[in-house]
């Protein structure tokens, strides 16, 4: 098995359509999207299978990939680009801030004259402060993908400030993403409503206080990590999804202990066990499934495994329903998924 499975640290993978979707201002451009992917060591063919999915590693380098090749850090989503370097720069000034209500207010007011399609606004109310996307430029969708990933990167960049997961009170969404809850779900960790109109986050007015603690060494290091730091540095290790995923992941080879024996392993009923992960977005089946399915993409990019080692050690006795099941989570067998991300990726 490989070492970072061996080590429990098999990691979420990415929905393709994250990657449909962050790719729409280069192809309004015009540019080689097929390139841009290769680049990023994804085949080009995932994107005609819309359950297929991407590693953290994978998107993060398509990310600096269309950063570099477009020379807008926002990837052709807004009506204008934002140069490079501006996010480092803005890093640089945020790390002087006292604490996180000054940083954030200093991030938000730079990136207000870099962008004219929405602003981020920060106010305090009983004791919550509330961070909210304004929308201010036409009603497309490659704005409100921008918005959203921005939602996300300004969380992100908070967290990495002060050194720890800012807890959210509450994600406000649009309603149209409902359908993609678990999703959603994982990335804030936190509660979602979903409605038209309202994009942010709360989160307890008490949390602005904490101090800044990063300085241009920790910068340094920071700035060369992301934006992979963005997505994954400051995930809840807590959440009840997370530490059954890390307990499941010592049976991935094995029979997977059922949903009494994991309640016994937390001192709590099967019943409890079933709402509280539903309050994150999940059920016990489809964290299984998750789970099994991102360590047979992860095991699917080492040319040197056999289908049938890889079946094995997700917990497939047999290779056919390791097919069946794997193309149920992706909509590709796990041969021609593989043929067609090492094929197109080695030849380019």
């Known amino acids: 098995m490989s070492a970072e499975i061996e080590s429990g640290t098999t990691r979420h993978t990415i929905p393709i359509y994250q990657v449909t979707e962050i790719l729409q201002g280069a192809r309004e451009q015009g540019l080689d999207i097929d390139a841009m992917l290769l680049r990023a060591d994804i085949s080009p063919a995932l994107l005609a299978s819309p359950l297929s999915r991407v590693s953290q590693r994978q998107y993060a380098r398509l990310i600096r990939v269309m950063r570099y090749n477009m020379r807008d850090e926002s990837f052709g989503l807004c009506s204008q680009p934002v140069r490079i370097g501006a996010f480092a720069y803005m890093s640089r000034n945020l790390i002087r ?15 207000h004259m870099m962008i004219g399609d929405f602003v981020m606004r920060l106010s305090i109310k009983n004791d919550v402060a509330r961070v909210r996307v304004v929308h201010k430029g036409p009603p497309d969708t490659m704005g409100c993908y921008a918005e959203r990933v921005f939602l996300f990167f300004a969380m992100g960049l908070s967290s ?23 999703y959603v779900k994982m990335l804030f960790q936190a509660p979602v409503k979903y409605q038209d109109g309202e994009l942010g986050f709360d989160l307890e007015a008490r949390w602005l206080d904490l101090p800044v603690v990063q300085n241009l060494m920790s910068l340094r290091a920071f700035l060369r990590q992301a934006p992979a730091s963005l997505l994954v540095k400051y995930r809840d290790q807590t959440s009840l999804t997370e530490r059954i995923r890390r307990l499941l992941r010592r049976h991935l080879s094995t029979e997977m202990p059922t949903l009494e024996e994991v309640g016994s392993v937390f001192g709590v009923t099967p019943q409890t066990l079933r709402r509280r992960l539903r309050a994150e977005g999940q059920t016990y089946q489809l964290l299984k499934d998750s789970l099994r399915c991102d360590a047979a993409i992860e095991l699917l990019g080492r040319a040197d495994m056999s289908l049938v080692d890889i079946a094995a050690m997700v917990g497939f006795s047999e290779p056919s329903t390791f097919h069946r099941a794997f193309k149920k989570w992706t909509g590709l067998p796990p041969g021609e998924y593989r043929s067609r991300s090492l094929r197109e990726v080695e030849t380019y």
Not at 97 to 111: P, T
């Open 160 to 182: 990495w400030l002060v050194a720890r997961r800012l807890p959210l009170l509450r994600v406000y969404y649009p309603a149209a993403e409902k359908e993609r809850d678990a």
């Open 97 to 111: 801030a006292g604490n996180l209500g000054e940083a954030m207010r200093e991030g938000f007011a730079f990136y």
